[in-house]
C-alpha cells in the first residue's frame, strides 16, 4: 500500500506528458513557423492527428507489453534484443541532440539580455556550449536539486503561453494575421507539409507516459488515456499560442525574433512586460535542459548497469548523479554544437531539430511497427485488431512523412546514428545475449532492413520548406512571383540610423534611405501589375542586418554599407549615398585650420607653424571604440602629429564639444554630422566641411542572385537622380546638394 501511495494517477501523469511535451518546444516556435508564414499552422493540423495516432498505438502496445523498458521493450517483442538495442540507443541520441536545441532556444532569449551571445556564429556557438556545460555541473548535485529547479522553472513556460493562448486573442489583428498567411507565395499543400518536423518537435516526449508506466497506479487504464489527453491538451495550447501571435506581431518582425513570446508581449503590453516574459522563457529553457541533461546520464547509467555501455557511464558519486557518463555526453554534445554551427540561432535551431526529429521517430516506427506483431501473439479481437491496425497505419505513414519533410541533412545524420548504432551493437551483445525473454517472433534484419530502407529514400527528399527559404540559390523570378502572390514586400532598416532610417515621434519609420525604398517599392507595385502593395517595415540591429538579407527574412535592406566583406553574403544596388568620415568645426573656427581640414592650401603666411603643428595645437574629438577613432589615430601616428584626441560616447555629445569650445574638429561619418547639427539649436555656429576623408558608399541590399529585383531598384534610382524630385528629397535630410555630392550622383546614374 505504501509503493501504491507513491504512484501517481492518471491526472498526474496526464500533467506530466503535456509538460514534457510543452517544456521548451514552443519556445522558438512561432518565429521559425513565420518564415513559411501563418500558413504553416496547417502543419498542426497534420501532425496533431499524427500525434494522436502515435499515442494511441503507444497506448494499445503499452496495454499488451508492461514491462520495463517502453518503446524498447515494444520493439524487443518483434525485433528481438538488436530491436531493443537499436530504439534504446537511437532515443538515447535524441535526447542528447534535442538537449543541443533546447540550449539554442534558451541562448534566443538570453540574448535579449545579453546580445553579445548571438553577435557572431562563433558567439553563438559559444553561448550554446557554456549552457550545455552549465547545466551539465549543475546536475552534479543529484536528481533531488534537479527536480526542485525543473518543477518551478517549466511555469515560465505555462504561464505565458497558456496566457497568450487565451487573452491574447483581445490583441490579435485580423489585418496583421492576413499579411501573414503565405508571405511566400507557396502551394498549400506546400505550406501544410512545410513545417512538419518543426510541429512534431513539439509534441516530442508524448511517449513519457509509456516510459513511466511502471510508476502509475493503473497503467493497464490511466497510461493510454495520459497519453491521449496529455497529446490532446498540449496540442490545442500549440494551436492557439502560434495562431494568435501571427495575429499580434507582424510576420517579417515575428521571423527575424529570438524570442517571439516576448516580442509578442512587447506588442500586448509594453518592452519592459516583453522582457520580463523573455526572461521567464529563458529560465524555463535553461531549467528544461537541466532536467533533461540529468535524464540523459541517468539513461546512459541504465544502459551501463545492464551492459549495454561502458560502466563508466555508471559510476555516481554519493548524490547519485553520474558525473563520468554526464561529462562524457557534455564532450559529444559540444562537438554537436560545432558540427552544427549556423550563420544565425535559428539556422542552428533548425538543423538540431530536424535531426532530433529524426532519430527520434525512428524509433516510433520501429516500436509502433511491433504492435502487429505483438496484437497476433495476444490473440487481439478481430474488431480491435482492425482499429488499432488502421489507427497505426496512420501513425506510421505520418512517421515516414515527417522523416521526408525533414530534408536530406538530417535523414544522413539519422542514417549514420543507426550506422553507428548497429555497429556498437555488434561489439556488446555478448555482454548480455542476444536471447528474447519474450520470445523472438521477427527477424532482426527485418528492423534494420524497414528503418534503412526508410532512410534511403527519404534521403531523396527536398530540404523543407524553411530552409529553401534560406537559401541563397533562389532565383530573383521566384521573389518577384512571391511579392506578387503575397500583395506584401519585406523591406529591412538599421533602427536608430538617423538620418537613413528611424522611427519619428509619430512611430512612423521614416529617413532618406527609407523614402527611396518607398519609391522602389512603388516601381515595383507599378511593374508586377497588383493593385496594392503592402510594404513591410522591418527593424533589424547591426550584425544582423546582412544575415537578415542573405536569408531571405527580408527582400531589401534599407541602407548598409556596401564593402567587399558585405558583398560575400548579398548583393547591392547602385550607392544612394557618398558615405564616409567627415569633420564639424565651428563656423568661427581659425581660417587656416578650416583651410587645412578641407585640404586646401593656406590664403596667407603660417608665422612660425607648420599646418601640422597647427593641428598638433587642436583638441579632436573622436566616437570611442569606432571605425573613425581607427582612422584618426592612425593618420595622425603617420602624419607625426601629436594632437589631442578625446574619445566620446556619440555623435550628439561629440558635435556639444564643438558648440562648448571643448574641441576644435570631431570626426565622425559625414552623414551623421550633417543630421545633428542641423537638428542642434546651435546650427548657425557649426560648419560641416564638404570634405570626405574616407569614401564608404552606401546601397540598398539585395539577396544575391536576384538579378531582375536589384535590376527595378537600379532603374528606380537611376531615373530618380535624373529627376528634380531627388533634389528636394536630398535636401530634406542633408541640406542642399553641393558640387560635390552632385558629381556622385550625376556618375552613379545608370543610363537607359
Given amino acids: 500500500m505504501a509503493d501504491q501511495a507513491k504512484k501517481m494517477n492518471v491526472v498526474q501523469l496526464t500533467f506530466i506528458v503535456t509538460v514534457n511535451m510543452m517544456g521548451s518546444g514552443i519556445i522558438m516556435l512561432p518565429a521559425n513557423m513565420a518564415k513559411v508564414g501563418a500558413i504553416s499552422l496547417l502543419s498542426w493540423l497534420i501532425t496533431a492527428i499524427g500525434s494522436l495516432a502515435i499515442a494511441y498505438g503507444f497506448a494499445e502496445a503499452g496495454l499488451l507489453n508492461q514491462r520495463a523498458g517502453g518503446m524498447a521493450a515494444y520493439a524487443e517483442d518483434a525485433y528481438g534484443k538488436d530491436g531493443y538495442f537499436q530504439v534504446f540507443m537511437l532515443y538515447f541520441l535524441s535526447i542528447a541532440i534535442a538537449n543541443v536545441a533546447v540550449a539554442s532556444s534558451a541562448l534566443g532569449y538570453l540574448a535579449a539580455f545579453f546580445p553579445v551571445l548571438t553577435s557572431s556564429p562563433v558567439a553563438t556557438c559559444i553561448g550554446v556550449i557554456g549552457l550545455l556545460w552549465l547545466t551539465t555541473i549543475a546536475n552534479f548535485g543529484g536528481p533531488k536539486i534537479t527536480g526542485r529547479i525543473g518543477s518551478i522553472t517549466v511555469w515560465g513556460v505555462i504561464l505565458p503561453v497558456g496566457f497568450i493562448s487565451v487573452a491574447g486573442w483581445f490583441w490579435f489583428q485580423g489585418g496583421t494575421f492576413a499579411a501573414a498567411w503565405n508571405p511566400n507565395g507557396i502551394h498549400v499543400l506546400e505550406g501544410m507539409g512545410s513545417s512538419i518536423a518543426l510541429t512534431l518537435w513539439a509534441f516530442l516526449g508524448m511517449e513519457s507516459a509509456v516510459q513511466n508506466s511502471s510508476a502509475v497506479e493503473n497503467p493497464k487504464r490511466d497510461v493510454p488515456l495520459a497519453c491521449m489527453f496529455g497529446t490532446l491538451g498540449a496540442a490545442i495550447i500549440y494551436i492557439l499560442s502560434t495562431a494568435v501571435i501571427q495575429g499580434i506581431v507582424p510576420n517579417a518582425e515575428l521571423a527575424a525574433s529570438t524570442g517571439p513570446f516576448g516580442l509578442a508581449f512587447a506588442h500586448m503590453f509594453n518592452p519592459a512586460i516583453g522582457s520580463i516574459v523573455m526572461a521567464l522563457a529563458a529560465m524555463a529553457c535553461v531549467g528544461s535542459l537541466l532536467g533533461w541533461q540529468f535524464t540523459l546520464a541517468q539513461t546512459a547509467k541504465d544502459a551501463a548497469d545492464s551492459r549495454m555501455f561502458p560502466a563508466i557511464f555508471g559510476k555516481a558519486n554519493r548524490m547519485g548523479a553520474p558525473i563520468a557518463g554526464m561529462v562524457i555526453m557534455g564532450i559529444a554534445q559540444s562537438l554537436m554544437a560545432l558540427s552544427t554551427i549556423s550563420p544565425n540561432l535559428t539556422e542552428q535551431f533548425e538543423a538540431l531539430v530536424n535531426l532530433a526529429v529524426v532519430t527520434n521517430v525512428l524509433p516510433y516506427i520501429i516500436s509502433l511497427s511491433a504492435l502487429f506483431v505483438m496484437m497476433r501473439n495476444a490473440g487481439t479481437a478481430r474488431a480491435r485488431f482492425r482499429l488499432n491496425t488502421v489507427v497505426t497505419v496512420i501513425a506510421l505513414a505520418y512517421s515516414i512523412y515527417a522523416i521526408y519533410a525533414a530534408g536530406k541533412d538530417a535523414v544522413l545524420g539519422g542514417m549514420l546514428v543507426m ?85 519619428d515621434a509619430a512611430g512612423q519609420v521614416t529617413g532618406y534611405t527609407i523614402a527611396l525604398c518607398e519609391r522602389v517599392a512603388d516601381q515595383i507595385k507599378s511593374s508586377l501589375g497588383v493593385s496594392t502593395l503592402n510594404v513591410q517595415w522591418v527593424a533589424l540591429t547591426a550584425g544582423d542586418e546582412i544575415r537578415a538579407v542573405r536569408d531571405k527574412r527580408v527582400d531589401l535592406l534599407c541602407g548598409a554599407a556596401d564593402t567587399l566583406v558585405n558583398r560575400q553574403s548579398i548583393s547591392f544596388s547602385i550607392p544612394v549615398y557618398a558615405g564616409g568620415i567627415g569633420a564639424v568645426i565651428r563656423s568661427d573656427a581659425p581660417a587656416g585650420l578650416r583651410e587645412l581640414l578641407s585640404g586646401v592650401g593656406p590664403s596667407h603666411p603660417l608665422w612660425r607653424a607648420s599646418p601640422a603643428q597647427l593641428l598638433s595645437r587642436q583638441t579632436v574629438s573622436v566616437v570611442g571604440g569606432s571605425p573613425t577613432q581607427r582612422w584618426v589615430t592612425g593618420k595622425l601616428g603617420e602624419l607625426d602629429i601629436s594632437a589631442t584626441v578625446v574619445p566620446v560616447s556619440s555623435v550628439d555629445v561629440g558635435v556639444q564639444k564643438v558648440i562648448n569650445r571643448q574641441s576644435s574638429v570631431f570626426f565622425a561619418e559625414r552623414s551623421l554630422l550633417l543630421a545633428v547639427a542641423s537638428a542642434s539649436p546651435s546650427a548657425r555656429d557649426l560648419t560641416v566641411l564638404d570634405r570626405r576623408f574616407t569614401t564608404l558608399p552606401v546601397a540598398i541590399g539585395i539577396a544575391r542572385g536576384d538579378d531582375d529585383l536589384r535590376l527595378l531598384v537600379d532603374q528606380t534610382l537611376s531615373r530618380l537622380y535624373r529627376s528634380p524630385e531627388f533634389a528636394g528629397i536630398y535636401r530634406r535630410w542633408f541640406g542642399e546638394l553641393d558640387t560635390q555630392a552632385r558629381d556622385f550622383f550625376r556618375m552613379t546614374a545608370l543610363p537607359e
Avoid: W
Wanted: zero cysteines; charged letters at 10%; a positive charge.
Fill in 419 to 503: 550506422a553507428i548504432g548497429y555497429a556498437v551493437y555488434g561489439l556488446v551483445a555478448p555482454r548480455f545475449g542476444a536471447t528474447n525473454p519474450a520470445g523472438r517472433t521477427a527477424s532482426a534484419p527485418a528492423a534494420t532492413a524497414m528503418a534503412i530502407a526508410i532512410l534511403v529514400i527519404s534521403a531523396f527528399a527536398p530540404q523543407p520548406a524553411h530552409a529553401q527559404m534560406n537559401a541563397q540559390s533562389h532565383a530573383t523570378n521566384d521573389t518577384l512571383q512571391r511579392i506578387r502572390q503575397s500583395g506584401t514586400i519585406n523591406i529591412g532598416y538599421l533602427s536608430g540610423s538617423r538620418p537613413f532610417a528611424y522611427k
